[in-house]
């Protein structure tokens, strides 16, 4: 189905979002009400408040959306996160945008937040802004929630290759930070901070680099931060704290920049696209643009507002979408390493 114009519903963990997106890529309005405020006492997303901080925005939200985009006219087709996330969180939007097809008389289309992050690349914010890859690339999703390489051969061709066997790298970063007592979301401080530390100071291990494969493993570095903590005598002042935010982010990001480089030389692909939230990461898009350089590959880095969680992606997914049911699920159950796509062809991968 080709529609010209789709708005789009976020909310499977603790953004509630809305955009409207063109089916070229431009972005014409994108809306991301944060939920940080609520959960930061807790160090953490709590599923209960997300849903209910989900249910007073989405209404301001999704008008706010809507009227920068120039009212309903435009609009053809309505998106919707229906998974993987929270669940109580997902059924908020699926809910939402279910009752706003049906008034409006619109199809509704239900998207994959991994879709979402692994096509952001493709969205245009304005007029200038560069045109996005073109298929194949390899893409390395980095998130609160996921860490993972895909190989993209087109929006409905999406390979899972490998993907991480415990925390995600976002994970890794959020529970040192707590563990340093920094607060949540622990990527930006500890992303801050690794600026003025010295990167040699701890010396952490580098989790399954050397592995003849795409997966990865984060939950061991998250117990070396705490070895590191408790082991240190006294409080940690602030330059050892930067110390151990440089130690860390160069662990996480010389697994992540170089198995995803590896990756591409395996796949006989020279694009690179990073997504998810960690993509936000200065450490992370540095060594990725020189491992890149080095091997002649095109790195592909969204900008920030397109990394992290928003509806602009899954309206530019939406596109790729069937309309019909929406039902929401906290993981997903086609998505298994090889080819998911429910087409009859499934190919298994190593
Ligand atoms: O994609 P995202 O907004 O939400 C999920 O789908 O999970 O990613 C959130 C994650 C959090 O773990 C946060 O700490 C991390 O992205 N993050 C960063 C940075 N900015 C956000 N991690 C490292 N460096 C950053 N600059
Ligand atoms: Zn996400």
Redesign the pocket.
Known sequence: MSFQTILAIES????TAAAVVRSDGRVVSDVVASQIDVHARYGGVVPELASRAHLRAIVPVVEEAVESAGGWPAIAAIAVTHGP?LVGALLVGAQFAKSLAWARGLPLLGVD?LDG?LLACHLRHDDDAPIGPEYPYVALL?????TALYRVDAPDDIALLGQTRDD????A??KA?KLLGLG?????V??RLAKVGDATAFELPRPMLHRDDHDFSFSGLKTAVARAVETHEGPMDEATQADLAASL?AAIVEVLAKKAVRCCVREGVSRLVLG???A?????RARAAELCEKKGFELFVPP?RA???NAAMIAYAGFFAEPGEVAVYSRSPTRVRGRFREDGTFIARK
């Open positions: 499977s963990c603790d953004e996330g937040h992050h980095v998130s609160g929630g996921h995600a790298a976002g994970e970063f959020d930070a949540y979301p622990g990527g930006p500890i992303d982010q998810g939230g960690v936000a990461n200065r450490g992370l920030i990394c992290t969680d």
